[in-house]
């Protein structure tokens, strides 16, 4: 069974805050990601990583930042929330097979900027 | 270029009934497809995938779906709906190499009635 975690869950902010949120995985995977996904839109790609010290930014640009100093966390910053913002986060990770990656997902966390 | 379309964001059934939820891809390469589901406040899980290994893929909770290369489709069925079986399902796509970049489509929100 997958083990991937999200924190916190739902967050209401105001306008201007810093936030991260967290992912972590405790099933060793080099490749991690994170999404954005909004109701009847496709989930966009905003940043992934191949491993340790690796990220890249993804198809959907993105005010967030990314780091990766341990292969089972994968934090997400804003450093000032904006209202649009709003949407929820998902992370993922998966397996090293080279083919065909099955991704595991996070719960997700759903994002308010008022 | 990859990309799927999935037809109808919306689909309603009886319990007992066929589900058939559809999705076409575009790519330019032999694509890898997927089917994931997403039960509400969770995470995206995988359904199944094609490989490229066989036409007819059977995935968890009864599910299967077809590769039709000459229809460039990858349709989602299941005998007999459940009650459980409401859920959003999303069809997604990725090719051979490098980081096998994910592509997913829109969802189709899967309703079933008593």
């Known amino acids: 069974e997958a083990d991937i975690y999200q924190t916190p869950r739902y967050l209401v902010i105001g306008t201007g805050k810093k936030i991260t949120l967290e992912c972590s995985q405790t099933?060793?995977?080099?490749?991690m990601y994170w999404y954005q996904q909004d109701p009847g839109m496709e989930l966009h790609l905003i940043h992934y990583s191949y491993g340790v010290n690796s990220t890249e930014k993804g198809d959907l640009s993105s005010e967030s930042t990314v780091s990766r100093i341990r292969t089972e966390h994968f934090p997400l910053t804003l450093e000032s929330a904006r209202p649009s913002h709003t949407s929820q986060y998902l992370c993922?990770?998966?397996?090293?097979?080279?083919?065909?990656?099955?991704?595991?997902f996070g719960p997700g966390t759903r994002l308010t900027v008022l | 270029a990859q990309s799927v379309t999935q037809l109808g964001s919306h689909v309603s059934v009886s319990e007992g009934a066929l589900v058939l939820l559809r999705c076409n891809y575009s790519s330019s390469v032999p694509p890898y497809l997927f089917w994931y589901v997403q039960y509400p406040n969770q995470g995206l899980q995988l359904l199944l995938k094609y490989t490229s290994a066989a036409t007819l893929v059977k995935g968890i909770n009864g599910f299967e779906a077809e590769f039709k290369k000459s229809e460039t489709s990858f349709h989602l069925t299941k005998p007999s709906a459940h009650m459980s079986d409401a859920a959003e399902y999303f069809c997604?796509?990725?090719?051979?190499?490098?980081?096998?970049?994910?592509?997913f489509g829109t969802g189709t929100k899967l309703q079933v009635i008593p």
């Open positions: 993922a990770s998966s397996d090293n097979s080279g083919w065909a990656d099955t991704q595991y």
């Open positions: 997604a796509v990725s090719g051979l190499g490098g980081y096998q970049k994910v592509t």
């Open positions: 099933m060793g995977h080099d490749k």
